[in-house]
T-cell receptor
Framework: DTGVSQDPRHKITKRGQNVTFRCDPISEHNRLYWYRQTLGQGPEFLTYFQNEAQLEKSRLLSDRFSAERPKGSFSTLEIQRTEQGDSAMYLC????WGAGDNEQFFGPGTRLTVL | KNQVEQSPQSLIILEGKNCTLQCNYTVSPFSNLRWYKQDTGRGPVSLTIMTFSENTKSNGRYTATLDADTKQSSLHITASQLSDSASYICVVSASESNFGNEKLTFGTGTRLTIIP
């Protein structure tokens, strides 16, 4: 499968625990995005990378959230001291960058449930 | 504030029937408009992408229209199948240049259910 992959697909954790999600983009894509989606809503932008540089962060990304893309390939999203309000689907997307259509391709998501 | 509104919120139709989903947007500067299909528990999958100059685009049984003057789009599904049951999300892209962040504004989606 040459699409965007995310791991794990589901995560159940207790409030206060830390969790880390991984995203592997399409190999030739140099842009990588993280989104959060709650039930019945569209995805909301969290942050994006161009290669290893994190270029923009949404105000939704509190200081408990941190994202990295150390080698410009896969990315991780860590949530520290999880809260029940963090329960959501976390989506990763990747896209090529340059002139023309820069369509974002989405992964299957990681469903987080905080008890 | 950039916004994308979709209607109806949910729709139930019989297998084999046609349906049309609506999307109104206020996004600036407009770059392109996309329709995504999202199955329950899965990531969105792109159906069509339209730029400012395109009025209609088809992908199999899916036909999207765009009226950039009225800032409206529609997605028409012909001869619906059970596998069409999903959420359909309208997404508008605002990009000041090809070198900036492509900002996507997502609608909340239309939940379509096809019944046999």
């Amino acid at each position: 499968d040459t699409g965007v992959s995310q791991d794990p697909r589901h995560k159940i954790t207790k409030r206060g625990q830390n969790v880390t999600f991984r995203c592997d983009p399409i190999s030739e894509h140099n842009r990588l995005y993280w989104y959060r989606q709650t039930l019945g809503q569209g995805p909301e932008f969290l942050t994006y990378f161009q290669n290893e540089a994190q270029l923009e962060k949404s105000r939704l990304l509190s200081d408990r959230f941190s994202a990295e893309r150390p080698k410009g390939s896969f990315s991780t999203l860590e949530i520290q001291r999880t809260e029940q309000g963090d329960s959501a689907m976390y989506l990763c997307a990747s896209s090529p960058w340059g002139a023309g259509d820069n369509e974002q391709f989405f992964g299957p998501g990681t469903r987080l449930t905080v008890l | 504030k950039n916004q994308v509104e979709q209607s109806p919120q949910s729709l139930i139709i019989l297998e084999g029937k046609n349906c049309t989903l609506q999307c109104n947007y206020t996004v600036s500067p407009f770059s392109n408009l996309r329709w995504y299909k999202q199955d329950t528990g899965r990531g969105p999958v792109s159906l069509t992408i339209m730029t400012f100059s395109e009025n209609t685009k088809s992908n199999g049984r899916y036909t999207a229209t765009l009226d950039a003057d009225t800032k409206q789009s529609s997605l028409h599904i012909t001869a619906s199948q059970l596998s069409d049951s999903a959420s359909y999300i309208c997404v508008v892209s605002a990009s000041e240049s090809n070198f900036g962040n492509e900002k996507l504004t997502f609608g909340t989606g239309t939940r379509l259910t096809i019944i046999p």
